[in-house]
Nanobody, 122 residues
Framework: VQLQASGGGLVQVGDSLTLSCVAS????????MGWFRQAPGKEREFIAA????????YYDDSVKGRFTISRDNAKNTVTLEMNDLKPEDTAIYYC????????????????WGQGTQVTVSS
């Protein structure tokens, strides 16, 4: 499976942005999908994850209430809607797929997308 992330860009503080991740080469309908980000000089960190059925959804506290993850299994797509963006949200955002059990700790990740840059200017 290959993941293609898109939707990044340069925005102002308080703006919104929506990232998309499209899977190809196989179905991800039963796969846990999520988003991570990596700021310059920092480690990659977990942002959000969603189960195959969309019943299980988890967010890091840093984005809870501002970001919304969703998926459309018919389109093999996972989306991250980001609202009220802050300068500290500036990072390269990666989508990923895998299994629960350490997913937020970057364990059990089976495939990664290539990343899309999000820059929030103050």
């Amino acid at each position: 499976v290959q993941l293609q992330a898109s939707g990044g860009g340069l925005v102002q503080v308080g703006d919104s942005l929506t990232l998309s991740c499209v899977a190809s080469g196989g179905t991800v309908s039963t796969t846990v999908m999520g988003w991570f980000r990596q700021a310059p000089g920092k480690e990659r960190e977990f942002i959000a994850a969603i189960s195959g059925t969309s019943v299980g959804i988890y967010y890091d506290d840093s984005v809870k209430g501002r970001f919304t993850i969703s998926r459309d299994n018919a389109k093999n797509t996972v989306t991250l809607e980001m609202n009220d963006l802050k300068p500290e949200d500036t990072a390269i955002y990666y989508c990923a797929g895998g299994l629960w059990g350490g997913f937020a700790s970057l364990q059990n990740i089976h495939f990664w997308g290539q990343g899309t840059q999000v820059t929030v200017s103050s």
